[in-house]
C-alpha cells in the first residue's frame, strides 16, 4: 500500500466511509471490506481534502473536494468503482479537473457536491476569475456547476456549466448546496443565500436577483443547509455581538425570513458559542441540527413544529464531548 500525505489520506478515509455506508457482505458489522482495495482502504497517489462523497446507485463512488501540486490548488472530482480503482470512463483516467470560462488563476476548490435524480453532479466553491464588470479586485469568485456524468461541465447550465457570484474578499466562497422539491437549487456563502433555477440561472422570484444576505458573521462559514418539503430553506448561522451565539435562520420559498419561526425568522441557541454545523430532516421530519460549544459538539432534536423533542437526551439535546 503506497503512501500519501495526511490531507490525501484524510481524503480518501472520507471515500472509504462513504463505501463502507453501502449493503456488503461483511464478517462483521463495522468491518473493513477486504472487496475494497484488497484490505477496504484505496490510497490515491495526490494530495488534497475530500469535501463531499456521493455513493452512485450501481456501488461506484464520486469523490469531490480540491488537490494541492507545489503551489497549485485545484477542484477534482474522482469516480471509483466498487473495488477501489478508478473508472477511466469519467474524465479518461477517472478524475476530472475543470477549467471554468474566464479563469487566470491556479486556485479552485469544491466545498460541497450532491447527486442529482438524473445522474448529473452539482457542485459549489470557489474559483480565481479573470477580471470583468461583476468582479472586486483581490477576489474571487463563488460558484455553482453542474456536471454530466461522465465528468464534464453541462454546457445547458449557468455560463459554459457554471454559475459565478463575487461577494468580495472574504465571502466568495460557495459553503453548502441542496436541492428543493422543485429542482430549484439553493446555496449558501459567507453572507449570502443565493436560488437558482434548474439552468442555474438566478431566481428572479427570489430576493434581489436570487439572492439574499444571511445574518452571519462575515468572517465565519456557514455549514449547515436545508431545503425543506414545503419550499422554505434552513440555514445555519453565527451571530456576532458581545457574545456570538449559534443559530438558525429559516427563510420562506422568496428569500424572505419566516416571521413564524425563532425571533423575526431567526432561532438562537443560548448556550451555543460557535456555529450551526449541520441540519438533518428526518423521515417523521424531526429536524437534528449539530452546533458546537467550548470545542464540544452538541446535538439538538426538535419535533416538526419546532419544539425540542423530549425523547431525545436531556430535553431535546445530546452533548458530546
Request: glycine share 14%; proline share 9%.
Amino acid at each position: 500500500m503506497s503512501q500519501t500525505s495526511s490531507a490525501g489520506r484524510s481524503a480518501l478515509l472520507a471515500l472509504l466511509f462513504a463505501l463502507l455506508a453501502a449493503p456488503a457482505a461483511l464478517a462483521q458489522p463495522g468491518a473493513l471490506d477486504p472487496t475494497l482495495g484488497g484490505d477496504g482502504v484505496v490510497f490515491h497517489d495526490n494530495t488534497g481534502t475530500a469535501t463531499a462523497v456521493l455513493p452512485l446507485p450501481d456501488g461506484r463512488a464520486v469523490l469531490a473536494g480540491y488537490r494541492v501540486e507545489l503551489l497549485d490548488e485545484f477542484s477534482s472530482l474522482l469516480r471509483y468503482f466498487p473495488d477501489g480503482t478508478l473508472d477511466p470512463s469519467f474524465g479518461g483516467d477517472g478524475q476530472v479537473i475543470p477549467v471554468f470560462e474566464g479563469d487566470f488563476g491556479t486556485t479552485a476548490h469544491i466545498y460541497d457536491a450532491l447527486l442529482l435524480p438524473d445522474g448529473k453532479i452539482l457542485a459549489a466553491g470557489y474559483r480565481d476569475f479573470t477580471p470583468g464588470p461583476r468582479e472586486q479586485a483581490f477576489g474571487g469568485l463563488a460558484f455553482v456547476a453542474r456536471f454530466l456524468p461522465d465528468g464534464a461541465l453541462d454546457p445547458t447550465f449557468g455560463d459554459g456549466g457554471a454559475t459565478s457570484f463575487a461577494f468580495g474578499v472574504l465571502g466568495s466562497e460557495m459553503w453548502a448546496l441542496a436541492l428543493q422539491p422543485d429542482g430549484k437549487i439553493v446555496a449558501v456563502s459567507r453572507e449570502h443565500l443565493v436560488c437558482l433555477l434548474p439552468d442555474g440561472t438566478p431566481d428572479p422570484a427570489f430576493g434581489a436577483d436570487g439572492i439574499v444576505e444571511t445574518p452571519t458573521s462575515r468572517d465565519s462559514r456557514p455549514a449547515g443547509l436545508l431545503a425543506l418539503p414545503d419550499g422554505k430553506i434552513m440555514v445555519g448561522v453565527h451571530l456576532e455581538g458581545r457574545e456570538p451565539h449559534a443559530a438558525i435562520a429559516r427563510y420562506l420559498p422568496d428569500g424572505t425570513l419566516d416571521p413564524t419561526f425563532g425571533d423575526g425568522g431567526v432561532f438562537v441557541f443560548p448556550d451555543a458559542s460557535a456555529g450551526a454545523r449541520g441540519i438533518v430532516r428526518l423521515p417523521d421530519g424531526r429536524l437534528l441540527v449539530l452546533v458546537t460549544i467550548s470545542g464540544a459538539y452538541r446535538l439538538y432534536q426538535f419535533l416538526p413544529d419546532w419544539t425540542p423533542d423530549p425523547s431525545f437526551g436531556g430535553g431535546g439535546r445530546h452533548v458530546h464531548l
